[in-house]
Structure formats: C-alpha cells, structure tokens
C-alpha cells in the first residue's frame, strides 16, 4: 500500500474517529462509515457513558494528534478515590503522588473534537451507515444507507473496524473458520443516576475526586461534569438479593438506596422516576483471535471489549492507534507486516487489561473500604517515595504510564501482591511498618 | 403446553432425529426443518465425519426409543486401542473389563435410521429450509425455502435448535443481551485417508479396535466401517513443524506419513491424491448459557459442541435428549420448568465432557505409548477389578456408565489421579505393583 490508498474506518466513536486522525495524518484517504446519526447535529442518542477517565495512556495518543491541551482544558481533575461510608463520612485515598490525576471529561464532548479535528485533515465521515456485510477476499463492504436505504458494495484497500463492542466487522470475521471468541457478560449491570449542580454551578460534592460508595456486593460511583453535576453510576448484580431483579417496587428501591447511600440520596431529585426511567445497561467482556482476517482488522472495543473498574477501556482503544501508528512508521507502511506485528504484540496486553479491570471492580467495591488495603497503599506509597523507578504501585503503572505494557504490569503486581502480602502477616504491622527494611523489600521484586 | 402442541425442531441430524422421536412418543406434533437435502435420496453431501464411536450413554437413548438393538446389529464392537508404534509394532489395551466395547457405526447410517423412525411417528421432515431468523418473543422461525426461494415466517409452541456447532438458533440468541458465548478451535485440524477393504471384504487391520499412531505433537487412528474398510483420521497441527500448514509439496507429505505411519501408508491406496483431494477440517469447542431464551432451547452440539477424542459428542447429544424427556416426565410436561431445570442441571455436565475429550487428546496422542501410562491402566483395572463399585477407571464412568454424571466422573477421576500420581512415585513400582495394599488405596477415594 502507499499512501494514496483508501482505508475505510467502521464506526466514528472516540476510537474511530482518533484512528482516522492518525491515517489521514500518514496521507492516507479515510472514510469513517457509522451505524447512527452524527451526534454533533441529532441528539437523538446520548451515547453511552456520559463521562469517562482520561489517563496517561489516553493522553500520550491524544499529544501525538496536537489535541492533548485542548482536552485538558475542558477535562475535570480527579486525584483520587472519595470514599463515602454509610453514615455518610468521607474518607480521601490519593490515586497517586502529589500531582498524579486522573480525568472525567464528556465523552461527547471528547468526540466531537476528535471529529472535528478529523473533518480538518480532509477525513469524510459517512453518518446513518449501516455495515451488512464484509467480503475478506475483495475488501469490500456492503453498507445500507438509512436515508436512502440503499445498500452499496465498494471496495477499499484496507478495512479497519472501530466499532465496538457490538462490532459488526467483528461479527463477519465469527463465522470464518479459525476465529476464537468469547463474549462473556459479567454478573452485575449498571444505572446512571444524575446530581444536579448546585447554585452558581457549584459541585456538590467535592468537586476533584472520583466518588465511590464501596458496599462489598455492589456499588456507587460518581464522576464530575464541567456544568457542576456529577454522574452517578450504580452498579448492583442481576439477579438475588439487593439486585436490579429484586428491586421492583418503588418502595423497596427508596429503602435501598437511602440506607446504602444516604449522603448521595439527598442530592438526586426525582430518585426513584430516575431510577425507572434510565436504562439498566449490561456490561460485557469480549475477547477474540486473530484481530486480522487479509485486508481487515478490528480495534479498539470491537477486539476487546474490557468491564469499566480501571478506566481504561478508552485509553487501551487510543494506545491502540498509537502503537499501530508507531508500526506503521517503523515497518514504512508495510501493512501486512503491521497487521501481523501489531496483533501479536498487543494481544497479552489487552487479555491484561481485561484481567485487571475485571479484579479492581473487587477492589473498588469492597477493598477500598478495608483497612487492610488501606495500610497496603500507604506501605506502597512509601516504597514508590522511597524507589520511585523501582516499585511503582500496579494502579500507577497502568494509569499514569505509557511506557510499561499492561502485561507487564499486571506480571509485577502479582509480584508486588506476593510481597505484600507476605509483609501484612508480620505481627503488630499496623504500629511497626515505617521501621520496615524498605531497602530489602524492594530488592525483592528482582529476586 | 398440552400435548397437542407444536414443536419446531431445527436440524435433521442425530439429535434433531432422535429428539424428534422422543417427542413425537409424548404426543406432540414434531416438524423439523433441515437446511440440507435429505440425505436419503440425495447423496450430494457425505456429512462430516464418516463413524463414530457409539457408547453407553448414546446407547441408551436409543433403547428408550427402541432402536438400540437394530443399530447394534449394524455397529462394530471396538474393545479396545491398538496401538502402532513407528515399527509398525502393535500392542493392545482393552477399553474396560471383559464383554466392555465401544462401537464403531456410520453416521449416516445411524441418521437414516431415526429418521424413518421419526417418520413412522408421523414427524415431518422440511429439507432445504434454511433459518434466516428467530423470534423469541413470539416463538417464531423465518424459514428460507432453497427450493422454492421463498421466505415464510412461522409460529411454534416451541422452537428446539439442534442445528450443530453452527447453529442458526443460537447465532439467533447470540445477540439477545445477557448471553455468554465462546468458540475456541483448537490447535490441531483433521483430514480423512480411507483404507478399503482386502478380498473378500476383509478388515485389513484388527477389526475389533479401534487403531491409533500416537506420535506425541500429532496422531492418526482408524475406525473399521462393515464394508471391510477403515476410515482414518490424521489429526495435525496448523502451523508449525508436522503442519498442515508446512506439509505442502507431495514430497514432504509423502515422506512425513511413510516414516510416521509406515504400515498404515502400505495400506492406504493414492495416499498423496487423497491427502490433496480430502478437506481439511477444523476443530472447534462451543459453550454458551443460557440455552434457553423463553420458549426456545438449544441442545446437543448447538448448545456445547465438543473435540472428538473422548468419542462423547454424539453420546452426549442423546443424553441430553433422554434427559430432557425424563424432566418432561417428571413435571407432566411443564415446559417452562423443564427448560430451566435442563440446563441448570445440565451445563456443569456438558462443560465437564467438554474438559474431559480435549484432556484425552493428549493421553491418546501422547500417554498411550507411554510406559508409565500403561503401568497406571494395569493398577487401575486391578483395583476395578477387586472393587468394581468403587473404584471405576475414569474412561469406564464416562463411556461404560449412564448413571454418573459426566460432571461426577471428572471430579472423581481428579480424586484417583492425585492418588495414582502418589502411588506412582513408589521406588520399584514396576516390579512391585502387585504387592500394594489395596484396600487401602480404595478407601483413599472415601477421605
């Protein structure tokens, strides 16, 4: 291929749509085919999550394209977790060192730049798009325009799929032979609920942290919004006890709700019509092999779709167009040597990725309220002061770099794990632990 | 449901045939839809793998139906492995005690024959139907007419997929929320080579067992057919050395089979024509839950299809029949009982045999020709032999017996593998043996 060639991008979600910047970038031509209509004219769809995480990860790609200090200017801070006990008291754990954050900013908002930027290196974005059909042999795609309803048929030089979870160009590559997947949905499904700022547009809770309402089984959480509200998310399981199915009656979700979250509780108007109205929304984890079937690949969600509890489903779908941008420019457009690299190098790292969003939604429900945990994180905190290069906490290492691949990270957390755990036995740990030998204990992650 | 209901089951194969049956004896109209032609008349398609290994389990489905003593008639009695080694030496191991067989019979025979039975039961068979979609709420099929080329939609009491490993009905589920699914292929592929009859219609090889050439990374075995042929199958991996993939050039392929199946090959007529000409086919696991959205089940491969070494999928696909018709049974027909309480009781089952085939690729293709193995399979016949309730070698529980569930049998076969590693490690065992305590080794079962 060279850089005259065609390349059709399915679906102009964030991933989409930043992976069309990085192809129109290298001179490539690019249409953006999507499904629904362009959400910067029809509001006829929300999205889905209203806010998200923005990490390091996010942000290295977001640099490379030159939109990085835009984003970060509408992006709200967020410095660590607030955890809210249930007579309402706070208590504040630091994501990571001084100046460490993560982001909650408007995935809308974050889209439509990407769009926008995208529209200014001369992509063309194909809204009401539906894909039918993908021919792996031709390249070629059979989509149904929903305005016209007619179906066309054209072929491309390559075909990349960004389009999610629910991936259409995923779901031609099931029925080859030889394609692994597994779509597997997790026990507990998720309601947003929504605080209104208050006067002025003040935040009504504190404002630079990311709240959380820890209850073992389930779960609050709340992000902020620019316009001074905050999206709360409740997560709660299926089915039995304290679950969507079981909550039924209006009265039983007011009793549930004001004796689990009173301090949130106060600030939802309308609780109970909100939570008969929003949407009880599943969460799914896809994984699959290979992500490249000749001419196609997929990216992003639509290769492997991850569970919320990290905050990094976004952020490993943009270090996905970075890496497959940084083999582009090692392997000079080579493509096919691409596709094959970039499957193979990037697939441990999202299968750890995938491991561990799943194993933080049990630390985010349940650790974080332990004091167990929270003697953990101080112990790492002081060891990450002490050999900042040397341990570095497993939450760092996945958010706040971009140099340590996920599989590493999760390879030294177990290590980390292994050790700490061993150390918490000692007795009397809670009085002793600053007169620990944090020289040895280091030197042990490289025995 | 009352017993004048109507029933669509999809896929006239042999579970769809023998469920069919089933059904048909409880009263129900039974309409089945095939999207191939029949089989009888047309002989377009041989099907997918020639024979198979009818078992226990299968066996006595077929009994409630009252076909297992005509399809004896036709089945060859396998009693157990016949080992070749690269010499073309052979040694025997027995499947199970004196008079324990399993048995090799044409698929499509087999096929043929539920489905006149089926007829007789006043079943309708509609070939050259293809599904085109499912509607779960309203229990209906939109069914594509090859013939015709017309599409009818239909409505049904209940709609039953057993339409195979690619199951239209639950391709259908698939997308509905909340559905778990996998597909795995596994490393190895398989091509069919024939090796005809001598004079006379005489067995070239043993008739009564069933051959194998374990070569550790690779394997062939053979299954005799009535006509004095027999079918072997090569199982290959795709890649790598020894591949599918690298075996290209009729030389290789030739001089690769001649010294890893010296005698085998002598016997085998246009080897290298037949290696090119004959498919190569894949190798895939499926699991899925639930089987059932309202008033629709998959069953047999649709629902856990398996890998053909434990020669349990055809077996397992008749017991969930025979299962499904007790819990008919035993709630007087409320199906909405009967599909929950089948797959909950069922799935722990299917996953076992699931686990159960793809372990004993390897113990075919590797242990058998291992010593220690052969050791291990002398002890454990001893001590079946000496408490013949109470300590059943793990091949019998699966393939001898229809009372343990599959899900029992691997958690005990665990048990005796623990205690057979132990006793293994004895100094001198192989002299020794005979002198072990072996009421005591029994009553380890029991801790």
Not at 101 to 107: K, L, P, Q
Request: aromatic share 8%; with cysteine.
């Amino acid at each position: 291929m060279n850089s005259r060639n065609h390349i059709a991008v399915i679906g102009a979600g964030l991933i989409g749509s930043l992976l069309s910047i990085y192809l129109a970038k290298r001179g490539y031509k690019v249409s953006v085919f999507e499904r629904r209509a362009d959400m910067r004219v029809s509001n006829t769809e929300a999205g889905r999550s209203i806010n998200l995480a923005l990490s390091t990860r996010g942000i290295k790609a977001l640099e490379e394209v030159g939109l990085a200090d835009v984003l970060k200017s509408v992006a709200i801070p967020m410095h660590g977790r607030m955890m809210h006990d249930l007579q309402g008291n706070l208590s504040f754990l630091p994501y990571g060192r001084e100046g460490q954050y993560i982001n909650s900013i408007s995935r809308s908002g974050l889209n439509e730049v990407l769009m926008n930027e995208a529209e200014k290196h001369n992509v063309t974005f194909h809204f009401n798009n539906k894909c039918l059909a993908v021919d792996f042999e031709q390249t070629s795609l059979t989509l149904h325009d929903l305005n016209s309803k007619q179906n066309v048929t054209k072929e491309f030089d390559l075909i990349i799929g960004a389009d999610g979870a629910f991936s259409a160009i995923r779901s031609a590559m099931q029925i080859t032979d030889r394609f692994n997947y597994a779509q597997h949905y997790i026990e507990h499904s998720y309601k947003e609920l929504h605080i209104p700022a208050g006067e002025n547009n003040k935040h009504l809770l504190e404002k630079n942290a990311l709240h959380i309402w820890p209850r073992e089984s389930f779960m609050m959480i709340a992000l902020p919004n620019p316009d001074g509200s905050f999206t709360c998310t409740l997560f709660l399981a299926n089915q039995g006890s304290n679950s969507f199915n079981s909550l039924t009656t209006s009265e039983d979700i007011s009793t549930f709700l004001t004796r689990n979250f009173p301090d949130a509780v106060k600030l939802i108007p309308g609780l109970i019509n909100q939570y008969h109205t929003n949407p009880t929304s599943s969460l799914v984890m896809i994984k699959c092999f290979p992500w490249v079937k000749n001419k196609t690949l997929v990216i992003g969600d639509a290769a492997h779709a991850i569970v919320p509890f990290y905050g990094q489903g976004m952020n490993a779908g943009f270090e996905d167009c970075r890496i497959l941008n940084n083999l582009l420019s090692k392997h000079n457009d080579n493509w096919p040597i691409v596709l094959e690299e970039f499957q193979t190098i990037r697939k441990p790292d999202t299968d750890a990725i995938a491991e561990l969003a799943l194993s933080n939604f049990i630390e985010m429900r349940d650790l974080v309220a332990d004091p167990k945990f929270l003697l953990r994180k101080k112990i790492e905190a002081k060891l990450h002061e002490l050999y900042p290069d040397k341990w570095i906490p497993l939450y760092s290492m996945v958010t706040f770099n971009d140099s340590i691949r996920y599989s590493e990270a999760l390879a030294m957390g177990r290590k980390q794990q292994m050790i700490m755990d061993k150390i918490l036995t000692t007795p009397e740990i809670n009085a002793t632990w600053q007169q620990l030998n944090f020289k040895e204990i280091v030197s042990q992650l490289e025995r």
